[in-house]
């Protein structure tokens, strides 16, 4: 059987599409086993026999970057190997029907989707890789890590309300460095405050595309807290931390 795995993919979004069948004619809608679109790279796909036929369609505006995918001939009895998501690790290593994969995310990271797939015999998952998304509320304890918008480095949801704590030990300051920043402007925006002393102050809030400068916290606790509207999402933003011990003069 024939395993297609995507690394890159862009149609526009209900107008331009993929499909992708097994075997038979072209165009064959009984044979159908995906008709893909938009700019989210699909999952692994599996066929059923030892053919395939992929049909790309366009209408008569707007062209996007496309798709890249790879195929590979693997033996019948199995699912392929789906993958390992972003930021997440994986629990199992074969992939012959009845075969169970179990997902993790790291510290900071919530799964989206089945925690646990199965190879069924139609050679296809149970379900899609999940997805490790960042959490929108999480304490940082650990001296450097990285703070990211929801769904980085994709675009982040409407409505959100989040925010993060960076602790450190007492004696000890914040650095914070921008590494990416894209929020809408004058409608989303990232507040960024110094709650290790007795008084907290803010340091600036912060929105549009130009990347922040390197903020070091007075205290021990810095607050990050990010905010987006109804409409309308940008990219977000990487930033990293790192805590350090202040040296008296």
């Known amino acids: ?10 149609l526009e979004r209900g107008y331009d599409t993929l499909t992708v069948g097994d075997g038979g004619k072209i165009g064959d809608t009984r044979r159908v086993l995906y008709v893909l679109t938009g700019t989210s790279v699909p999952d692994l ?17 707007i062209g996007s970057a496309g798709f890249k995918a ?5 033996d019948k009895g199995g699912c392929g190997d789906p993958g390992v998501p972003a930021f997440g690790r994986r629990s199992g290593d074969r992939f012959q029907h009845g ?16 925690k646990t797939i199965t190879c069924q015999h139609n050679n296809q998952w149970s379900g899609n890789k999940p997805s490790c998304v960042f959490s929108c509320f999480f304490n940082f304890t650990a001296p450097s890590g990285t703070v990211l918008s929801p769904n980085y480095p994709e675009e982040y949801g409407n409505n959100l309300n989040c925010v993060w704590l960076i602790i450190s030990e007492p004696g000890s300051r914040i650095h914070l460095f921008f590494s990416d920043f894209d929020l ?3 409608f989303d925006w990232l507040v ?4 290790g002393l007795s008084e907290a102050t803010t340091f600036g809030t912060f929105s549009g595309k130009d990347v922040p400068s390197q903020i070091a916290s007075n ?12 409409s309308n999402t940008g990219k977000g933003f990487n930033i990293s ?4 011990y202040c040296i008296p003069a």
């Open 1 to 10: 059987v024939i395993k297609l795995s995507f690394e890159e993919f862009d």
């Open 184 to 186: 809408e402007p004058q």
């Open 192 to 195: 960024v405050k110094d709650e």
């Open 45 to 61: 796909i599996v066929s059923l026999s030892n053919q395939m036929w992929l049909h790309l369609q366009s209408d008569d505006t």
């Open 241 to 244: 931390y790192t805590s350090m």
């Open 99 to 114: 075969d169970v994969l179990t997902f993790f995310c790291q510290s900071a990271f919530e799964l989206v989707g089945e």
């Open 219 to 230: 205290g021990h606790i810095m607050r990050l807290e990010f905010q987006s509207d109804h």
């Open 70 to 74: 790879v195929y590979e001939e693997i």
